[in-house]
């Protein structure tokens, strides 16, 4: 019973079970009623699910059955939208109460749960771990060099400061112009005086793509300077500060996480305060309009005996 679809939730504050349980009730919906009370949280409540377990109704009896238990304050039928981005899609299920509930119950409780689904973010990433910082091992007495190589540091050869580990994006896209076209082929001090530049372009929420792509789009057939020519474009041809959207969340693609009542006879969508008795309008003034009483078990076993009797009559020779 446990399948996808209208799946059962039970209601918080709920009496405990007892025998007269579902009293008041017709005999259909009181059957019905207990066969639904049973069933764990989760089980599947479509009609045709309880029509298969259910075998004294059809689909059709089952169908009133709900929409008198409905009425009757003991159910609620909700969609939902579960999953992210492409992967959206409704659920539906059946909110069960064994007590019976008025709609302003209803409607408050249908809000709770939508307030406390729209507040449910996943939940922070946890925080970094503090690694302590790993003490440095004691400077050792260093061991007595050999004497010729002691005048090594004074051979090394003096170099320019060298750059960070770490390069910004705005000096990684200024090195790649020389491998995207060889006309535009800065040196390391080059992309270290145009950093600034190229950085202001990113600034206004362009891409280092868009960067490249810029500096490289229609270049002459010759640059005798490629380090003036760049920097004449990146002034030249800065862009407009472009709003910086706030970064997109794990949950931005997905619908508000927000529950949907709908109407037990017919499917219609709607908010609580609009499904008095979990039903639509006309469905609602049909249900009043009165129908047809529950029919009695027995009764149902009497003409079932009735007609199987009148087949073997006319079965007989």
Known sequence: MAKPGYGKRSAPGQQARARDDFALLPTRERYVAGFVDHLPDGASMSVKQLAKQLPLYGQQAISTALKALSVAGHLRRVRCAVGAGDETRWVFRTFWSRTARDNEWWTTYLATETASRSAGSPPPAPAPVAVPQQRTAPEATPDPAPAPEEPAPATTPTAPAARPAAFSPAYLALAELGRKDIRLALSADDC??????????????????YLIAALTAGLPGQVDCPPRFVRRRLTDKIPPQLPTAPSPSPSDGTPAPRLLMECTDC??????EALPDGLCRPCRAAHSAGGQPSPDPTEIAAVKAHMANIRDLLKAP
């Open 267 to 272: 499917g219609r969508p709607g908010p609580p």
């Open 192 to 209: 270290a005086a145009l950093e600034p530049h190229a950085a202001e372009w990113l600034a206004r929420g362009v891409t280092t793509d």
